[in-house]
């Protein structure tokens, strides 16, 4: 590992974001942020210069496929199933106070 995350890292990070670790935990995220950075450090290192040209150079002939058109479901059919509908729409509950 590159680099290790300290535990006093952790708490410092969880009582920024307003969150309570126990001691077991804060040990645990400590390890495993440590493994993160350690693989974002492996990342890094790569050599990721080549030009377009040479990233490019492989085509998959099967992501190039014609597009084939297909009738879809009718709306009526699809909206059939819905606990509320409003104007040919699906009408959700509002969420976090919005249209109260």
């Known amino acids: ?16 974001s307003r969150l309570r670790l126990t001691p077991t935990e804060a040990e645990v995220f400590a390890r495993q942020l440590s493994v993160v ?4 450090a492996d990342i ?18 099967r992501a190039l496929r014609d597009d084939d058109t297909k009738d879809s479901m009718k709306r009526e059919s699809i909206l ?9 729409m699906f009408r959700v509950p509002p969420i976090l106070g919005e249209g109260v």
Request: charged letters at 35%; aromatic letters at 6%; zero cysteines.
């Open 44 to 61: 890094e290192s790569l050599d990721l210069s080549l030009d377009d040209e040479e990233r490019y150079s492989y085509v998959d002939e």
């Open 1 to 16: 590992m590159s680099e290790k995350i300290s535990i006093d890292e952790v708490l410092h990070v969880a009582a920024l």
């Open 37 to 40: 950075i350690s693989h974002m």
């Open 80 to 88: 059939r199933g819905a606990p509320l509908v409003e104007e040919y």
